[in-house]
Each structure stands twice: as structure tokens, then as C-alpha cells.
């Protein structure tokens, strides 16, 4: 009986239900989309880089080396010699490895010095592999492969002539315009920092440095631009230097043995890191703006209850005579209390409903763009445990903010009593 | 509570003793103050209304009656002496037997807004049979749904035409909703009707033949009817009237905010 009037004065009421649902169902969207995306970046931040057991640089802190060798931020403060590289790389437990070469730009793309092995074992999301949108991967060491934002960006096709420049910068003033690569492939888009690089082949890159140095007429600037951990300018085969290599174990068990042994390597001072560890650690410098943006999400879904709060509380002085009426009828003031509480429960029931139904149209329909754009790869599939706990967290406060209304009209009908009040 | 009770009823006879049988609403040394302590609202030393008595009650508002109404409901108990309605004194019962009680033997009929503006017609006929079962039974004794008998008794009241049934309650005048009250209260022959201002808005052609219609219904039902009103021209339609000032000796005037008391 209470359910079917409370069913029937809902509907009297069509609107401003209406538009009470419609803003818990935004708030709850807001609230749960934030959740995915942070989770889904979360991931994707960690699975910038996969499938790799170990990275190893010269010595330097654990971030400071996963920053300059995956995301290509900040600069290598020394380098490995390659009979370093050469003498772990054949050790039995390495199953592959890849060396990097970092210190040179193109256009502002950094420029990253490595072998076909990059392409072959360099996996990334849910160990993706690189694949090739245009062309193909290096054959000759004048080839270069771009990453899918280089190529965008500076209109590049297979084919084409790029000439790197040394340094970083965006801009820079040694230009090894006499040594050009040619652009070979192009790589379908991945959302990590290898779309923005420029791939060239590390035997390319020695003799570009080579010549340089051969060109180098201040001994000096030399000194110091080996001193600031970019290229040393002697490249000959056997003091050739790299910047990192990526390392794949064949049993994974044996990573933290090999980081040791890396890292007591007598031969020069190394760093070898756990890809997935460090990139935690990054993640709790850089996770501080995702709380940020769930807080305000949070906020969101306090102001969609308090528009619920604010429509029932006006709506009472209206149905103020309604219950009189119900009273007078024999409507407990227990059924008066629970008409009030029961609508607040509906409404937000509701708006969570299609709050996540909305959510889960907006993930199918954005996900192509997610994918390509912002490199999310967003699985559609059930709410995880910690969205039903949201979920049912603001389930709970829709029914608590719910208990105001409901107690002041239980106030009223005990009070009013066979008066109805105009 | 050690305040006197004045009035000859003050010891209380075991229940039923003393009063007719046939009385359907019996008060004696009933007390009643919002504050709960002195000056009293009500203070009315005995009031009886027999079986089908049809009662005038006469007073300017702001004098108590409806809080008499609330006592007589049982929505509110009261302080001192006993309310029987239908020889059962309600002040003994609890808050949910009160309710189940109003439910099943009292009809109602407000001075306006009565009805719910979401329901129709027959909807708003039939919402005692919602609350209370024994009015169901009672509305379909005569084979018939309670749909069928909030039709017959709004075709009594002039208000059978199908067109109006069908519409919204909201778009009804005044007179049509106070026939339409009248229906709710009368449906499964509840034993006492009271009706408080029903017909203050209503011009006097309509009151009379309002009256014409709910005295008809009532005696069909053989429900007594508890009429308030500040119109002291109804008064003769009546089987007896009371100034409301010689039954109660309160004050009568209802404290400030009694919108919210305690």
C-alpha cells in the first residue's frame, strides 16, 4: 500500500525526480569513470614498459634512470662501456637484451640509438609488442623507424630524409646535417613515450658521433660533453658506449639475483633496476593529481545528494497535508517516515543504476578514442570490488541524507496530528 | 502527576460500566496541554455521543476543537481521564493500535485539501480500505469491490457522472472534493464520522445540500457524526448542538509553534 503511493507520488512529483536521478546519475558516472581512468592510467603507466626483468644504467638513482630510459625525460649522467654491456649480455640467464642509446633530438623527438632486438623483444601494456604501421624495421644503418606521434607531427613518410642533432633540445646548434637516416617504418601508435621517439640504428648513430668527433676541433668541448654523459666522441668499436640496456631473463625468479650481480658488477658502476618496482615509486610522485581528481568526483557526488536533500525537503511543506491525510486514514506515522526514506533510496538506487549504465555506453563508445589518444586500453567488463564499494558507499549516504527529510515529516505527523495545516 | 482533578468523573468506572452501551464516543475528566502541565487546552468533565447521533459542536477557531479531534483519533493521548471510543478507552492503547483503530471505526472529513493530488477519484474513496481491513470487509460485504462501493456512495453524493470519476482530483471545485471526502470517510460504514469545517468553503446553497447528502449517508450507515464548526446557522440541522465554550472549560488556545511541540 505505502509502496504504491510512494510509486504514485513520485510520479506527481515526475520532474523534479527527474532531474534529482539525473544529477546522482552524472555524479555516480563522474565518480565511477574517474575511478576506471585512474585505474586504467594507473596501468597503463605501468605498463609502459613490460616484459622487461631488468633495466641497467650507469650509477644513478633507480628513478632517475627509469625516467631517462623509458619515458625519455632528464639525461643520462654516464654511460656503460659496451664491454659491459657485451659481458652481462652473455651471461646464461640473460634471454635477450636490448642497448639504448640516448643524447640526440630530432625536432624535439628524442632520438633513441638501438638494434633490431628493440622491436623483437620490447613489449609494453599487456605485453604488446611493437607493431609497424607503414614500412619496416631497420636493414640498414642509416635507417630510422619513427614512433606514431613523430610521425604525425612532422608529416614523415617512409622514405623520407631526417638529419638528428646533438642534445636534447629542442633547438640545437650541432646539427649532423651531413650524415642523414632515412626513414624506413613507422610504428603503430602505442601511448607510451615510444611514440615520441625517433629510432635510428645504433651503429648509425656511433658514426655520426664518430665523425663528429673527427670534426671536433676544441678538445675541451669534448671533454665536457663525454663529462655530461652524452656520446663519448671516440666511437671505435671497442670503447663504443650506450646509455642503458633493457634486459629479458629466462626465468623471472632470477631478477633480483641479477640486479645484485649488476649492481656489484667490478667492471665500472652500474644501476639495475625492476621496471615494475621503480615505476611505482614514480607513480606516488606523480599519483598525488588522480587523489586530487577522485576528491573532486567525490565532491560531486555529495552536491548531486544534497540537490536530492534540498528537492525533498521542499517538496515536504506540500506533502505536509498529504500525510495528515494518510494519517487520518490510518497511515502509521512509521509508513510517514518510511514514503520519505523509501524515496530518497529510490532516487539513488536509480541514479547509481544509470549512472553506471552511462558509464559503461560512454567506455564502449570513447574507447577507440581512448585507445589512440591517451594510449588507455579500457576493458569493458564488470564493476571491480572497489566500485561496488563505492557504489554501495553512496547508496548508503543517499539513504543517511535520506533519514533529514523523513524525520522532520515524522516530527510533523506526530505534531500536526488531524490538522491539516495550510 | 499530582494535579486535581475537578468533575464528578474522576474515579473511573471499570470500562464499560456506567455508560450506554450504544455510545460510540464517551469522555470524562479529559486533560490535555501541549506543554504537558497547566493551562489546560482541554478540559472537558464528560461529552457523550450516541450510536448514529448527529452532534453539533460550535466554537470560533483557535478553540481547541481540533486538538478534541486528535484526542477523539487518538493521535494524541490524553493527560488526565479517559477517551472511550466505542467503549475503549484508546488512551490504554499503544501508538500502532491507535492507528489500526482510527483505520478501522473512524472516518474523516477535512476542512480542505483532502484528497491526494496523485490519486483518482475512486483511488482517494477507497484509501481507508488500504489501511485497514475490517473497512474492506465491510465495504465489500454486499458482494461487491470496493471500487464498485466508493462509486455507489459518490453516486449518493451526487458525484456518480463517469466523466467526473475520471478526473484528476486536482481539477474538482471545492464542493465536488468535500463530496468526495465525505465518500472516504463513509466507505466500510465506519461508526463515527467527524468533520471539521467541511464545509467552510463551501457558498450556502452548496453547504445545505453537503449537509442534505452526508446526513443521508451517515444514517444509511448508522454512523455518528461529530460535526465542527464555527457556523452557528447549521445548528439546527442537527440532533443536538454544543457551544464548545460550555463543554470545555480549557483555554482552548493552542500554544505558539504547535507545529512543532516538545
Same mark, same amino acid.
Given at each position: ?422 | ?94 501508538? &500502532? ?41 465491510? &465495504? ?41 471526502? &465525505? &465518500? ?79
Amino acid at each position: 500500500m505505502i509502496l504504491a503511493l510512494a510509486a504514485r507520488s513520485l510520479r506527481n512529483r515526475k520532474f523534479t525526480a527527474v532531474l534529482t536521478v539525473l544529477s546522482i546519475t552524472l555524479a555516480v558516472m563522474l565518480l565511477l569513470g574517474v575511478e576506471r581512468l585512474r585505474n586504467e592510467s594507473r596501468e597503463s603507466f605501468a605498463a609502459t614498459i613490460s616484459g622487461t626483468d631488468l633495466i641497467v644504467g650507469a650509477r644513478s638513482s633507480p628513478v632517475h634512470l627509469l625516467l631517462f630510459s623509458v619515458f625519455r625525460i632528464g639525461n643520462a649522467t654516464n654511460n656503460i662501456r659496451w664491454d659491459s654491456y657485451r659481458t652481462i649480455a652473455q651471461r646464461p640467464e640473460v634471454a635477450w637484451s636490448i642497448p639504448i642509446s640516448l643524447g640526440d633530438s630530432h625536432h624535439g623527438f628524442r632520438v633513441l640509438g638501438t638494434t633490431n632486438e628493440y622491436f623483437d623483444h620490447f613489449r609494453f601494456g599487456r605485453s604488446r609488442r611493437l607493431e609497424l604501421a607503414q614500412g619496416a624495421v631497420f636493414h640498414d644503418p642509416r635507417d630510422a623507424v619513427l614512433g606514431a606521434d613523430v610521425a604525425v607531427n612532422l608529416g614523415y613518410k617512409p622514405g623520407e630524409s631526417i638529419v638528428i642533432a646533438h642534445g636534447a633540445g629542442d633547438v640545437s646548434f650541432s646539427l649532423h646535417e651531413d650524415q642523414p637516416f632515412r626513414v624506413t617504418g613507422i610504428l603503430a601508435r602505442t601511448g607510451t613515450p615510444v611514440d615520441r621517439t625517433v629510432h635510428v640504428t645504433l651503429d648509425g648513430l656511433d658514426a655520426v658521433h664518430a665523425r663528429a668527433a673527427e670534426d671536433a676541433f676544441d678538445p675541451l668541448a669534448a671533454a665536457v660533453r663525454a663529462g655530461a654523459g652524452e656520446h663519448a666522441p671516440d666511437a671505435a668499436r671497442s670503447d663504443r658506449a650506450i646509455t642503458a640496456f633493457l634486459v629479458g631473463l629466462r626465468a623471472r625468479g632470477a631478477a633480483l639475483a641479477m640486479q645484485r650481480r649488476i649492481n656489484e658488477y667490478p667492471g665500472e658502476p652500474l644501476t639495475a633496476i625492476l621496471p615494475g618496482a621503480t615505476l611505482l615509486e614514480v607513480w606516488e610522485i606523480v599519483g598525488a593529481a588522480e587523489r586530487t581528481l577522485f576528491a573532486v568526483s567525490a565532491l560531486v557526488v555529495v552536491v548531486g545528494l544534497a540537490g536530492m536533500l534540498v528537492a525533498l525537503l521542499t517538496s515536504l511543506s506540500e506533502r505536509r497535508r498529504e500525510m495528515a491525510v494518510l494519517r487520518s486514514v490510518g497511515a502509521r506515522p512509521l509508513h510517514i517516515f518510511a514514503l520519505i526514506l523509501g524515496e530518497a533510496a529510490f532516487l539513488t538506487l536509480l541514479g547509481i543504476a544509470f549512472g553506471v549504465a552511462a558509464l559503461y555506453l560512454g567506455l564502449l563508445a570513447g574507447r577507440p578514442w581512448l585507445e589512440s589518444r591517451l594510449g588507455l586500453f579500457i576493458v569493458v567488463g564488470w564493476p571491480s570490488l572497489h566500485e561496488f564499494v563505492l557504489m554501495i558507499v553512496v547508496a548508503a549516504a543517499g539513504v543517511l541524507i535520506g533519514l533529514v527529510p523523513a524525520y522532520r515529516i515524522y516530527r510533523y505527523s506526530l505534531a500536526d496530528g488531524m490538522t491539516i495545516r495550510i | 502527576m499530582a494535579l486535581t482533578v475537578s468533575g464528578p468523573s474522576q474515579t473511573l468506572p471499570p470500562r464499560g460500566s456506567g455508560d450506554s452501551p450504544d455510545a460510540v464516543v464517551a469522555l470524562s475528566g479529559v486533560r490535555f496541554s501541549w506543554s504537558g502541565a497547566p493551562p489546560f487546552v482541554i478540559d472537558i468533565d464528560g461529552l457523550r455521543v450516541a450510536r448514529g447521533e448527529r452532534v453539533f459542536l460550535r466554537g470560533p477557531s483557535g478553540s481547541g476543537k481540533s486538538t478534541l479531534l486528535s484526542l477523539l483519533a487518538g493521535v494524541i493521548a490524553p493527560l488526565e481521564g479517559t477517551v472511550r471510543v466505542l467503549d475503549l478507552n484508546i488512551g490504554t492503547l499503544g501508538g &500502532a493500535a491507535r492507528d489500526r483503530f482510527r483505520a478501522d471505526h473512524i472516518g474523516f472529513i477535512f476542512q480542505m485539501f483532502n484528497l491526494i493530488p496523485y490519486l483518482s477519484v475512486i483511488e482517494n474513496v477507497c484509501l481507508p480500505c488500504g489501511f485497514s481491513s475490517r473497512r474492506k470487509q465491510r &465495504a465489500v460485504r454486499e458482494g461487491r469491490s470496493a471500487e464498485a462501493e466508493a462509486v455507489r456512495l459518490l453516486r449518493h453524493l451526487d458525484m456518480g457522472d463517469a466523466a467526473l470519476l475520471r478526473r484528476p482530483v486536482t481539477e474538482l471545485s471545492v464542493g465536488q472534493q468535500q463530496r468526495v471526502a &465525505a &465518500a472516504r470517510a463513509l466507505i466500510g460504514a465506519p461508526e463515527l464520522v467527524i468533520a471539521d469545517e467541511p464545509t467552510s468553503a463551501l457558498d450556502s446553497d452548496r453547504r445545505a445540500a453537503f449537509l442534505d447528502l452526508l446526513f443521508r449517508e451517515c444514517a444509511r450507515e448508522r454512523a455518528a457524526l461529530i460535526f465542527v464548526s464555527h457556523d452557528a446557522t447549521l445548528a439546527p440541522l442537527f440532533d443536538r448542538a454544543l457551544a464548545f465554550a460550555e463543554v470545555n472549560r480549557g483555554s482552548g488556545f493552542a500554544p505558539p509553534g504547535q507545529g512543532c511541540p516538545r
